[in-house]
């Protein structure tokens, strides 16, 4: 059966990146989600994109992470 939402413990892997999902808008009554992402070494970056309405947080839990905000890398 195909459901239009995750839930927690689902797994996404495309070969470049695996998605777990630990929290959902359901879980957390729309405030949060929650997505553990583990990036393959040398893999591809995730699109450039923004969320207007939303904020992005990452914590590193193995390795480094090289990010770009308005044209400044950092890592």
Do not use: C, W
């Not at 939402?5 to 990146?17: F, H, I, K, S």
């Not at 893999?43 to 193995?62: G, K, T």
């Not at 390795?63 to 400044?72: D, E, P, V, Y």
Request: no cysteine; charged share 30%.
């Amino acid at each position: 059966m195909l459901r239009a939402m995750a839930r927690p413990g689902d797994e996404l892997d495309n070969g470049n990146v695996k998605l777990v999902f630990r929290r959902t808008s359901k879980t957390t009554y729309g405030e949060a989600l929650e997505v553990e992402a583990r990036y393959r070494p040398r893999s591809q970056r995730p699109p450039m994109h923004f969320h207007p309405n939303q904020s992005e947080r990452f914590d590193v839990l193995e390795g480094t992470l090289l990010f770009s905000i308005a044209g400044s890398e950092q890592t």
